[in-house]
């Protein structure tokens, strides 16, 4: 409404609070009398436990206790869930070991939590860690997804016989085979989707209490959303009543998926504080992040992609072999099937489609959801495909993209594994892309780059996400005796902008002072019982729709209280801009909301508040699109590429807030730029981790990025009230295919086609030379 409402560039209420230094981390929390836990973690990759020794490290001064594995065991500590439940080609289930909190006969990765010390300070807890003695029998480790498989590879878990975990399948892989064949031009390729690891601004921190007195357990920790974390650490881990666990987030500085899990440090901390009856901390270093928290994606992929005389597609290929490291996390194995698998074969019409999907063991850090969840790596291998065809076919890469489409006409459209696109004009994204990149004249930069000794290319990448997952969440709205306006959401912000893009929704319904609405979220004791937290995009159609509704429901409760005042039938009473009207009579609805408080002024059968709390449902979701054109500039000399122009051009549906979702757009890019150009999770043959602090991981740094020109073609959902998709994940999803498309366009004079991300300078001056050379790089 006005200047505040949807649709408005709104800077963000939060920012002051967290640039002035104003914000709460779980770090800054304290509580009188904590205790400090450090963990005892795994040297090795594989090794069976023999025996522990804590006796040197129980005898230093100030140390409290120390649990193994055998104390919660012994405790009945439960182990941590997964809840997949996929069937082989043969109907057989899926290998699903047991994960404990903490190994007690067999550790699987390198920094695997073992046991727990507790100390009167950080300081001499990490020091008795260090004196806490395992004895182990070492065993041979496998690190590397492409050899998993191998014969001679040693087995995580000897009992299966296999790492294979399942072998999960899609379609009729010889219809699709006998397609391939019979088709005009085949194309094929070979790409690996780099692990990478999460990097939240503030690493992984805990703090429990505990009160024997009423039973009562508070964990303090970043989170991306606290319901689900309290039911798995209540029911299936501590075996604790619900009511009994709280879990608050405060300040989170970045989820990106590797939040929203339960993790055994927090089940060990909590454990302790119980046990010991007083408050506990852990507070994790940026080691212990790499070593620890689940990393994102790596995938070796193989596809291929039939085409008939014109271009067009007739069938696909695409086999994917997963690396879900030593156990299965939450949701790593499902990430290919549920989350690519939403959004496969991407923006395109393919009448015949084959998926294969081989997750497996390795003795390495689970994956799990890492922004984007899966669709970046379904996105990734169909564009590079595409590119492959566009060659093949000797049309352009925007040429071959048009010819394929999934049109407007043809929606809603059914996705194979039963997803129904509603909307988008893929065509047009894409168009405005290319002509916010000058696209055209792209011939004249590339002549001016040539001058100076540089390779110049241009790359585009088309895309679709699937956002609004789990599209079942609690909202409340709620108007205070002091005239503000709370509103209480099962949502959870972690730097998204809550704060101010639900101001701006309570501003457009229900025309409240933009800065009298406060948001409350990241506390399980005032949460919406149904809330699932933020994740996938969901926020803006779950929680905006949420307050939609309880806004809605607030009206028409005001209208009944007004009409009663005014002495007006409430049909009668209409409602605009925050005001009753009825006849000549008028009420704000902040004088509504007061005298809904006296219950001598309320008509009968009307409860006292206007509060209205609402379980949003929604069965579809939605699928943001978008094109990204990226150009770069390599000097041939030394492999180093430069980002020169980055446009994006995203159909995000209703936007909320422009600032906002650019922000989102930015954020996402520059993940996606360190995914295609510097980042890199590396094991050595042993499994030890080789990078293991930002001085031997490529975080991405300014000089990689480019100033983002991002735009919108606004293209509004047709499966939710508001209009809306998901915002979040996009850069992420764009930028890897539009880099590697940009660059491979750079290297055309040598003949080069692919080089597997991250393109550092030394892989592509090393394919440079052996291009120049006629030799292997």
């Known amino acids: 409404m006005g200047q505040f409402g949807i649709g408005q560039p709104v800077r963000r209420k939060e920012d002051v609070r967290l640039l002035t230094g104003q914000?709460?981390?779980?770090?800054?929390?304290?509580?009188?009398?904590?205790?400090?836990?450090?963990?005892?973690?795994?040297?090795?990759?594989?090794?069976?436990?023999?025996?522990?020794?804590?006796?040197?490290?129980?005898?230093?001064?100030g140390v409290v206790a120390i649990f193994s594995g055998k104390d919660l065991e012994a405790a009945g500590v439960g182990v941590l869930i997964n809840e997949a439940a996929y069937k082989n080609r043969d109907g057989s289930s899926m290998h699903k070991p047991p994960r404990q909190v903490m190994p007690t006969a067999q550790t699987r990765f390198v920094g695997e939590v073992l046991a727990i010390v507790i100390a009167e300070s950080a300081e001499l807890a990490r020091e008795a860690a260090e004196a806490v003695e395992f004895d182990f029998e070492s065993q041979p480790a496998i690190a590397s997804t492409a050899r998993a498989l191998d014969a001679d590879a040693p087995k995580v878990w000897p009992e299966f016989g296999t790492n294979q975990v399942v072998?999960?399948?899609?379609?009729?892989?010889?219809?699709?085979?006998?397609?391939?064949?019979?088709?005009?031009?085949?194309?094929?390729?070979?790409?690996?989707?780099?692990?990478?690891?999460?990097?939240?601004?503030?690493?992984?921190?805990?703090?429990?209490?505990?009160?024997?007195?009423?039973?009562?357990?508070?964990?303090?920790?970043?989170?991306q959303g606290g319901r689900r974390l309290q039911t798995m650490l209540a029911k299936n881990l501590l075996k604790m009543p619900m009511d009994k666990v709280r879990i608050i987030s405060h300040d989170t500085g970045g989820g990106f998926g590797v939040r929203s899990k339960m993790y055994p440090e927090t089940v060990a901390v909590a454990f302790a504080a119980k046990q010991l009856g007083r408050p506990v901390k852990w507070r994790g270093d940026r080691v212990e992040t790499f070593m620890s928290d689940y990393h994102g994606r790596d995938q070796i992929n193989h596809a291929e992609m039939g085409l008939d005389a014109e271009g067009r597609i007739v069938a696909l290929k695409l086999e994917t072999l997963l690396n879900v490291g030593a156990y299965l996390s939450e949701n790593g194995v499902r990430l290919p099937m549920e989350g690519g698998g939403r959004i496969i074969p991407g923006v395109y019409h393919v009448p015949d489609f084959y998926f294969s999907v081989r997750p497996l063991f390795t003795n390495t850090v689970c994956t799990d959801t890492y922004r984007g969840a899966g669709r970046p790596e379904a996105n990734y291998i169909t564009e590079r495909l595409m590119d492959a065809a566009a060659d093949a076919c000797k049309l352009s890469r925007e040429e071959i993209r048009r010819r394929n489409f999934v049109t407007q006409e043809q929606m809603p459209y059914a996705t194979h594994l039963g997803f129904v696109l509603d909307s988008g004009d893929f065509a047009g994204t894409m168009d405005m892309a290319l002509k916010a990149a000058h696209w055209d004249t792209f011939a004249e930069r590339r002549k001016e780059a040539e001058a100076r000794g540089k390779l110049r290319g241009i790359g585009l990448a088309v895309f679709i996400e699937g956002a609004g997952s789990r599209p079942v969440e609690g909202m409340r709205v709620r108007f205070e005796e002091n005239g503000d306006v709370s509103v209480i959401a099962g949502t959870y912000s972690h730097g998204q902008?809550?704060?101010?893009?639900?101001?701006?929704?309570?501003?457009?319904?229900?025309?409240?002072?933009?800065?009298?609405?406060?948001?409350?979220?990241?506390?399980?004791?005032?949460?919406?019982?149904?809330?699932?937290?933020?994740?996938?995009?969901?926020?803006?159609?779950?929680?905006?729709?949420?307050?939609?509704?309880?806004?809605?429901?607030?009206?028409?409760?005001?209208?009944?209280?007004?009409?009663?005042?005014?002495?007006?039938?409430?049909?009668?009473?209409?409602?605009?801009?925050?005001?009753?009207?009825?006849?000549?009579?008028?009420?704000?609805?902040?004088?509504?909301?007061?005298?809904?408080?006296?219950?001598?002024?309320?008509?009968?059968?009307?409860?006292?508040?206007?509060?209205?709390?609402?379980?949003?449902?929604?069965?579809?979701?939605?699928?943001?699109?978008?094109?990204?054109?990226?150009?770069?500039?390599?000097?041939?000399?030394?492999?180093?590429?430069?980002?020169?122009?980055?446009?994006?051009?995203?159909?995000?549906?209703?936007?909320?807030?422009?600032?906002?979702?650019?922000?989102?757009?930015?954020?996402?890019?520059?993940?996606?730029?360190?995914?295609?150009?510097?980042?890199?999770?590396?094991?050595?043959?042993?499994?030890?981790?080789?990078?293991?602090?930002?001085?031997?991981?490529?975080?991405?740094?300014?000089?990689?990025?480019?100033?983002?020109?991002?735009?919108?073609?606004?293209?509004?959902?047709?499966?939710?009230?508001?209009?809306?998709?998901?915002?979040?994940?996009?850069?992420?999803?764009?930028?890897?295919?539009?880099?590697?498309?940009?660059?491979?366009?750079?290297?055309?004079?040598?003949?080069?086609?692919?080089?597997?991300?991250?393109?550092?300078?030394?892989?592509?001056?090393?394919?440079?030379?052996?291009?120049?050379?006629?030799?292997?790089?």
Request: contains cysteine; proline residues 5%.
């Open 23 to 61: 914000g709460q981390y779980t770090d800054d929390i304290n509580i009188e009398g904590q205790a400090w836990a450090a963990f005892v973690r795994s040297s090795h990759a594989n090794a069976k436990i023999l025996g522990v020794d804590t006796s040197a490290a129980l005898e230093l001064p």
């Open 167 to 223: 072998h999960w399948e899609y379609g009729d892989e010889s219809s699709v085979e006998a397609k391939l064949k019979a088709a005009h031009t085949r194309v094929k390729v070979d790409l690996v989707n780099n692990r990478v690891a999460p990097s939240p601004m503030e690493p992984r921190c805990v703090v429990a209490t505990y009160k024997a007195a009423d039973n009562m357990l508070t964990v303090y920790s970043p989170t």
């Open 497 to 777: 902008g809550h704060a101010t893009v639900y101001s701006q929704l309570v501003n457009e319904f229900l025309g409240v002072d933009y800065d009298r609405v406060k948001l409350i979220n990241g506390d399980t004791a005032n949460s919406p019982a149904m809330s699932n937290g933020s994740f996938g995009s969901r926020s803006s159609m779950v929680g905006g729709g949420g307050i939609n509704r309880a806004s809605k429901l607030i009206i028409a409760k005001g209208k009944k209280i007004a009409g009663h005042l005014l002495q007006a039938d409430p049909e009668a009473v209409a409602f605009e801009a925050g005001v009753f009207k009825a006849g000549a009579g008028t009420m704000t609805i902040g004088e509504v909301a007061q005298a809904s408080r006296d219950p001598k002024k309320l008509p009968d059968g009307v409860t006292p508040g206007l509060d209205e709390e609402v379980t949003y449902e929604n069965d579809v979701e939605n699928f943001p699109n978008g094109a990204h054109v990226v150009e770069v500039e390599v000097d041939p000399e030394t492999g180093v590429l430069q980002i020169v122009g980055y446009v994006a051009v995203d159909d995000c549906g209703t936007v909320l807030n422009p600032f906002i979702v650019h922000g989102q757009v930015y954020g996402g890019v520059a993940q996606g730029v360190g995914q295609a150009l510097t980042e890199d999770v590396l094991y050595d043959d042993d499994g030890q981790l080789l990078t293991a602090s930002y001085m031997d991981y490529g975080m991405p740094r300014a000089k990689n990025m480019a100033h983002v020109e991002a735009l919108f073609n606004v293209v509004p959902a047709k499966t939710n009230e508001l209009g809306v998709k998901g915002a979040g994940e996009a850069g992420a999803t764009g930028a890897p295919p539009a880099i590697v498309s940009a660059l491979c366009d750079a290297l055309t004079p040598y003949g080069i086609r692919h080089i597997d991300m991250p393109l550092t300078p030394e892989k592509i001056w090393r394919a440079i030379q052996a291009a120049r050379t006629g030799k292997a790089a």
